[in-house]
């Protein structure tokens, strides 16, 4: 089979203005940038408002293993497959971050006969959104230490100054760190301001360090945001600093909130492209889920919603960490639940989670697992049944998409499927990556039906719950682990949150995505393990806390052998080695 920047590069695209009409953008909605994308301005967003809604579907998928299991595959399938029998459908996406795409894993467009096209134009830079929140969370970086600074420079003199208040910020507590959309290891941890002796001309030294765009609290606020007006509000809120007295110092107290928004104005619009197939598909936001909240943007769910009849979106990673996240921090910003879920598992994805083979990123695969091996299915299928059971917990009705692969054998993947049958949940074969649309309209005929039945939605914790009893559910009904386990800075954060009125925001998980627990050794079904809490994050303009567990890190590195030595330029311009 041709690889996907071929099927990309070989595709018939219809103008993007084409696309747009064919979801029900009006051409005034839309500002073109070239023929194969456009931002949809926000203008689409009041229209539709009043427009009878659509269903939401999010596709979502066991523990996920460094063979891939098709998520964006499957979700861009079956949007074609519905498709194919008569839907009007949309697919809502995340873009890409060029930290991934130069570091582990290539282009993220989906792939084969089911991929985003252009896939190069996804994959690198798009129409600059992940830039515009660096930029915006350099800025307030920025100025943050400028007033820092300027307060020390100063002293008593900068209120008759400047006539601003002192804000007297604590060089020890300084929560807002630097961004950059790139993998770099040595960017965790640096010494900032570093003067020659006598001078402090180059600011106050202190110690900070980088996180990957993806994390940033501002991409979390412009995936969270219901309008333009909601993120500058949210922006104003976000909490960067403490003062030496301990109350919150907010981006609305130094003044940078507004020239942030500006930044983002252009960001707030999704990003419209099409599938291989031609299925309009909204791109926006780009937040990781294991280090972040995992889905696209509210702004985009409601576009689409008021112009389809179904829109298919994906939680990133395994239903413990995009999908849980959907439903309990995204659902409640939005007031829209999800409507059903698809859970994508493959044979070999199974055989790696069964723990019987040593799997790691970047180092070769095991011919082995490729081959029939029931003890290795039978023991990994139990991954399966979690994720199931965990998609249910919510009340949402479920269907199993097993993404097929050439070597698959049709005894394994009749078992499989009489395994989840069994089960009470239904399921079908996908081939969406060889066949495209068509190889997705079994499943798409198994969401249509379960878009059919009552949703009983319900939330895995209560937002008024103390933060502890809330990490308490997520660990314990969530992962199925049997409690936590809090650093004493993690005590001290929790008592301080508790205290100055941040109790009662939902919680964001920070994890291993490689493990339903925190450890990424413990595969399968794991239980009876307790969760490391090593600090908690106060996000008050995305609306949540963020906890990190274990030695999860939110700056990724670079491995032995990145994929950015697979990519190049030939003499005419053409990018190569982006699907290697």
Known sequence: MKSDLTLSREATLAPISAIAAKAGILATELAPFGDTKAKVKLSALKRVATNQQGKLVVVTAITPTPLGEGKTVTTIGLAQGLNRIGVKVMANIRQPSMGPVFGIKGGAAGGGYSQVVPMEELNLHLTGDIHAVAAAHNLAAAALDARLFHEAN?????????????????????????????????????????????????????????????????????????????????????????????????????????????????????????????????????????????????????????????????????????????????????????????????????????????????????????????????AGFANLKWHIDNVKRYGIPAVVAINRFPQDTVEELNWLKQQVQALGVEVALSEAFAKGGDGATELARKVQQALTQPSQFQYLYDVDQPIEHKLLSIVEAGYGGKGIELTEQAQAELQQLTELGFGHLPLCMAKSPLSISHDPALKGAPTDFVVPIRELKLCAGAGFIYALTGNVMTMPGLSEKPAFMNIDIDADGNITGLDE
């Open 154 to 378: 100063l002293g008593d003199g900068f209120e008759a100054k400047t006539g601003m208040a002192r804000l007297n910020i604590d060089a020890n507590r300084i929560s807002w760190r630097r961004s950059v959309d790139m993998n770099d290891r040595t960017l965790r941890q640096i010494t900032i301001g570093i003067n020659n002796p006598g001078s402090n001309a180059n600011g106050i030294e202190r110690q900070c360090g980088f996180d990957i765009t993806a994390a940033s609290e501002l991409m979390a606020v412009l995936a969270l945001a219901s309008d333009l007006a909601d993120l500058r509000k949210r922006l104003g809120q976000v909490v960067m600093a403490y003062s030496v007295d301990g109350q919150p110092i907010t981006a609305e107290d130094l003044k940078v909130a507004g020239s942030m928004a500006a930044i983002l104005r252009e960001a707030a619009q999704p990003t419209l492209m099409q599938t291989i197939e031609g299925v309009p598909t909204l791109v926006h936001a780009g937040p990781f889920a294991n280090i972040a909240h995992g889905n696209s943007s509210i702004i985009a769910d409601r576009i689409a919603l008021g112009l389809a009849d179904v829109v298919v979106t994906e939680g990133g990673f395994g239903s413990d960490m995009g999908f849980e996240k959907a439903c309990n921090i995204k659902a409640r910003a939005a007031g829209k639940t999800p409507d059903a879920a698809v859970v994508v598992a493959t044979l070999r994805g199974l055989k790696a989670n069964s723990g019987l083979y040593d799997l790691r990123p970047g180092q070769p695969l095991p011919q082995a697992i490729f081959a029939a091996d029931a003890a290795a299915l039978e």
